[in-house]
Antibody, heavy 115, light 108 residues
């Protein structure tokens, strides 16, 4: 069974940093690209970042470019999102999602940016 | 960036009836269109990809159609578990994959 489990969310002050993790199981992680997608409270879905299976291709949404860094460790079946210079508008549930089709999603981890 | 527009924002339908949700792209996305269902407090779930192909385990009452800029998700006979928010998403011109703003399907 495919499972994606996010962790690392929490309350952080504006300007602070946080590192999210996504632990994958039930499939060959190293064969799939991965994404981070977020959802602000009561709002729709927003793609944040993409990383190819080998980490050779990485993309970011304009809203996070220069502040967030996506990475992965295929040996540990894990995906990461390093978030720096956090802003109020980054408050959201962050999901990891598999492949370009987002065919599997984790349960999400809540990031709250507030003073 | 391609803009996806869903209509209506809210759709009220009685159980057992048919629901039709629409999604329009600001430019052609060919058939590279997916539909997701999201229930309160849950992650989205992939329903349809390639505009009309049901994802694994999705009941046959869900069907998708369209190509280019106009797409439709039809739920043939609504069950209680189908009341949720539905999002369309294009993956033709990326990044970014862009989502519509969602249609909330509520019980009438």
């Amino acid at each position: 069974e495919v499972q994606l489990v996010e962790s690392g969310g929490g309350l952080v002050q504006p300007g602070g940093s946080l590192r999210l993790s996504c632990a994958a199981s039930g499939f060959t992680f190293s064969s799939y690209s991965m994404n981070w997608v977020r959802q602000a409270p009561g709002k729709g879905l927003e793609w944040v970042s993409y990383i190819s299976s080998s980490s050779s291709t990485i993309y970011y949404a304009d809203s996070v470019k220069g502040r967030f860094t996506i990475s992965r460790d295929n040996a540990k079946n894990s995906l990461y999102l390093q978030m720096n210079s956090l802003r109020d508008e980054d408050t959201a549930v962050y999901y990891c999602a598999r492949a370009r089709l987002y065919d599997y999603w984790g349960q999400g981890t809540l990031v709250t940016v507030s003073s | 960036e391609i803009v996806m527009t869903q209509s209506p924002a809210t759709l009220s339908v009685s159980p057992g009836e048919r629901a039709t949700l629409s999604c329009r792209a600001s430019q052609s996305v060919s058939s590279n269109l997916a539909w997701y269902q999201q229930k309160p407090g849950q992650a989205p779930r992939l329903l349809i990809y390639g505009a009309s192909t049901r994802a694994t385990g999705i009941p046959a009452r869900f069907s998708g159609s369209g190509s280019g800029t106009e797409f439709t998700l039809t739920i043939s006979s609504l069950q209680s578990e189908d009341f949720a928010v539905y999002y369309c998403q294009q993956y033709n011109n990326w990044p970014p994959n862009t989502f519509g703003q969602g249609t909330k399907l509520e019980i009438k």
